[in-house]
């Protein structure tokens, strides 16, 4: 039986809280009680289940419930709880697992934490203490493996990325769409809501691991392939579009000269990373790594915890006016390395890509010249940006 719920008091946040569940009959009972002490603005999804789960769900008919006749996944079940919820006019809606690992009793920390942001664009994902007693080693190595990819597709840092109980601004993020269906969709979401620039961040919750009565439907070789699969594409993505687009976004946005000034004059990094970056960029900007220039270099900055956007910056380097130059110069030490005489013009490389016929001088002579294009801007720039710091103390002290 489907009832739609009229909001109690209308200042408050259009929030539900949305239940999705497969063959949890130990604990669904306790967790709807739970979340029903709070609010009674609840959606259930039924995922499918087997036990006794329906005959649970109908002891609350004045809920609304959604029942699928075969299990789905958990990603379908959050997102047909989300365009209910949308239907139903709310434009938040917190999830609470079915499992028991989660106090319902935090729910208003989700509140108090969203009426409190200036910017309602928030996606807040409870972080729990992996490191309590009781908490499965293979949870809390999962969970960390998770941030490591999260930190390098969106730049995000966060100490669990994981957990089930969540606050997603569904309003902010009914036109985003989703391509996952099983667990995989709550990395899916987090990732693409964060691309679209919606604010994503942990609160402390608690969490109660009783093996007893908590049953899992996680399949590890399985759904941590379809994750992999999944981290895999957004990394790709990352690096070939979403950092280049977001790079160029911040460029147009603030101009030439207040991109200069606050991107790489003002930052607080010191001379020593910022002169780091720009070498790291000049050296990838002149290898022979073409079409891999803008992923490398943002995966080393992020590897070696480097300013990004200077290296990014200098690693194009070898736009397309540049390139015959870079190209001709490259053969020329490759041809002294090599002790050869090989014999090529500017026109030949530029319209007959001669480069071809004498790849092995070029890979030489591009990669020496990144290297001793680094050794050169790498001095200069740390005494260029030192001179910058110690203006900008003066000024400030004075």
């Given at each position: 039986m489907k009832e739609t719920v009229a909001q109690t008091n209308p200042n408050e946040l259009p929030c539900c809280v949305i239940i999705p569940t497969y063959n949890n009959?130990?604990?669904?009972?306790?967790?709807?009680?739970?979340?029903?002490?709070?609010?009674?603005?609840?959606?259930?999804?039924?995922?499918?289940?087997?036990?006794?789960?329906?005959?649970?769900?109908?002891?609350?008919?004045?809920?609304?419930?959604?029942?699928?006749?075969?299990?789905?996944?958990?990603?379908?079940?959050?997102?047909?709880?989300?365009?209910?919820?949308?239907?139903?006019?709310y434009d938040y809606a917190i999830t609470i697992d079915s499992d028991g690992q989660h106090f319902p009793e935090d729910i208003p920390v989700f509140l108090d934490t969203l009426k409190a942001s200036e910017n309602k664009n928030l996606l807040l994902i409870g972080s729990r203490n992996m490191n309590q007693e009781g908490v499965p080693k293979k949870s809390s190595f999962g969970n960390k493996f998770s941030n490591f990819w999260y930190k390098l597709e969106t730049g995000i840092e966060l100490q669990d990325t994981q957990s089930g109980f969540r606050l997603y601004p569904i309003g902010h993020l009914k036109n985003l769409k989703f391509y996952t269906s099983k667990f995989e969709f709550e990395i899916e979401i987090i990732v693409r809501a964060a691309w679209k620039g919606t604010v994503v961040k942990n609160i402390p919750i608690n969490i109660l691991y009783d093996e007893a009565e908590r049953v899992s439907h996680f399949r590890p070789f399985k759904d941590f392939t379809r994750i992999s699969i999944l981290n895999t594409w957004f990394v790709i993505l990352t690096f070939l579009y979403i950092k280049p687009r977001d790079f160029f976004r911040k460029l147009k946005k603030k101009g030439i000269k207040r991109f200069v000034i606050e991107d790489f004059i003002s930052q607080n990094d010191s001379p020593k990373k910022k002169a780091l970056s720009l070498t790291l960029g000049v050296f990838i900007g002149l290898t022979p790594l073409w079409g891999l220039h803008s992923a490398l270099v943002i995966f080393l900055s992020v590897i070696f915890k480097l300013n990004k956007a200077i290296a990014f910056t200098f690693s194009n380097v070898s736009l397309p006016p540049f390139i015959p130059f870079i190209v001709f110069v490259s053969f020329v030490l490759g041809n002294f390395i090599l002790g050869q005489n090989e014999t090529f013009n500017l026109n030949e490389i530029t319209l007959n890509i001669e480069v071809l016929k004498h790849i092995k001088t070029y890979i030489v002579g591009s990669f020496s010249l990144a290297t001793i294009a680094a050794i050169i801007v790498g001095p200069l720039s740390y005494l260029l940006f030192s001179g910058f710091q110690k203006k900008k103390e003066s000024v400030v002290n004075a």
């Open positions: 009959q130990k604990t669904l009972q306790k967790v709807i009680d739970g979340v029903l002490e709070h609010t009674n603005h609840i959606i259930i999804v039924n995922d499918g289940a087997t036990d006794n789960t329906p005959n649970i769900i109908k002891q609350y008919p004045n809920l609304n419930q959604i029942h699928f006749p075969e299990n789905k996944g958990k990603g379908q079940a959050l997102r047909a709880g989300f365009k209910e919820a949308l239907r139903l006019g």
